[in-house]
Nanobody, 126 residues
Framework: QVQLVESGGGSVQAGGSLRLSCAAS????????MGWFRQAPGKEREGVAA???????SYADSVKGRFTISKDNARNSLYLQMNSLQPEDTAMYYC????????????????????WGQGTQVTVSS
């Protein structure tokens, strides 16, 4: 059973940075597609950044140039470096993983991911 545990959330002022981490267990290797998703109160869950098995990344337009996704297969970990944070980035951030093949333009579709963490809250104040 795959388990995902996020950490690194918190409260920062606009312009600040945070680094989210996702520790995965229950599987080994880099065969999973993994991504970060977020959900703000009253809004649908949206894809933020994702990475495929070969290391190809995909980002939502709203975070391009500010967020960087990376993974460490040896540590079974996924990361999201978030810079220049803005109040609109405030949300619960979730780590997700899935084994099934995805084309690059599918990577940010939350319905295509089977495994989810409990989330970590990110709050950005102006």
């Amino acid at each position: 059973q795959v388990q995902l545990v996020e950490s690194g959330g918190g409260s920062v002022q606009a312009g600040g940075s945070l680094r989210l981490s996702c520790a995965a267990s229950g599987y080994t290797g880099g065969n999973y597609y993994m991504g970060w998703f977020r959900q703000a109160p009253g809004k649908e869950r949206e894809g933020v950044a994702a990475i495929d098995r070969g290391g190809i990344t995909s980002y939502a337009d709203s975070v391009k140039g500010r967020f960087t996704i990376s993974k460490d297969n040896a540590r079974n970990s996924l990361y999201l470096q978030m810079n220049s944070l803005q109040p609109e980035d405030t949300a619960m951030y979730y780590c997700a993983a899935d084994l099934r093949y995805k084309q690059s333009h599918w990577l940010l579709l939350s319905r295509l991911y089977n495994y989810w963490g409990q989330g970590t809250q990110v709050t950005v104040s102006s």
